[in-house]
């Protein structure tokens, strides 16, 4: 009888893209928890993170070409895509620009982010003045305790926290059929930012299965572990099934 690592298929690379105003520091800290086989890709979007020099992107369609580019050449695996809050409107909209090029991805996971036909619950903060910008992003809890106290580090990062919710806000989903791919959807029961409704119409952007997760916590429920234990599950599934993957 084959053993589980006989069985596994292509490996996977899990692309992971952040929330607004989001780094891919965060992501990086998965790679010693997840299974064999699956290779952690943190995109680092210009004017985030370690590309801080550049200037952000404030307009979505270019954004999503420079992100799709840097996927598709990326060979030998099998892709899935992770987004978080605004990250799961571009993992999708990639996933969208993927499919029409002949690669669709292994599945698509999209986190603490209504679907793309629902409009957001809350204003968008992205015109707010510093002060009350800040202010409402810690609510969020968009600022790491460790950072409360240094705000000069958390200012640098304001330009592209600001264009991201701009293009979060501009954003509207174009025409376009359903995916046909595995779609895992997960919320948090106190995030302010979703609405079970709104989580729940993730299935229609699928023809294929569906699963949506609702955790404990706030909007930033990625953090927590019992989010990691169960995504290692789906990966570690995703790694012995037969992907969608077409090149």
Not at 31 to 39: I, M, N, S, Y
Not at 146 to 158: K, M, P, T
Not at 215 to 243: K, N, S, Y
Request: with cysteine; proline share 8%; charged share 25%.
């Amino acid at each position: 009888m084959e053993s589980r690592a006989q069985e596994r298929l292509a490996p996977i690379r899990l692309h992971c893209f952040p929330h607004a105003g989001g780094g891919a520091a965060f992501y990086g800290r998965w790679r010693r928890h997840l299974p064999d086989g699956v290779v952690v890709a943190p995109m680092e979007l210009p004017g985030h993170g370690s590309r801080l020099q550049e200037p952000p992107f404030d307009d979505f369609e270019p954004l999503v070409e420079h992100v799709a580019r840097r996927v598709r050449a990326d060979d030998g695996h099998r892709v899935v895509l992770l987004g978080h809050s605004f990250g799961a409107l571009l993992a999708f909209e990639v996933a969208r620009l993927l499919t029409a090029a002949g690669r669709l991805p292994a599945a698509l996971i999209v986190c603490g982010r209504d679907a793309p036909t629902v409009r957001s619950p809350t204003p968008a903060p992205h015109e707010l003045p510093d002060d009350a910008f800040l202010a409402a992003i810690r609510r969020l809890g968009g600022i790491p305790a460790e950072l409360d106290d240094q705000l000069d580090i958390v200012r640098a990062y304001l330009p592209a926290l600001r264009a991201d919710l701009l293009m979060a806000d501009r954003y509207r989903r174009g025409e376009g059929p359903a995916l046909d791919l595995p779609l895992l959807a997960f919320g948090g029961v106190n995030d302010g930012l979703t609405t079970s409704d709104g989580m729940a119409a993730w299935q229609q952007e699928t023809t294929s299965t569906f699963e949506l997760t609702i955790l404990a916590g706030g909007h930033f429920f990625v953090r927590d572990v019992a989010f990691l234990d169960i995504l290692c599950h789906h990966l570690d599934r995703f790694g012995t099934e037969p992907g969608h993957s077409r090149e």
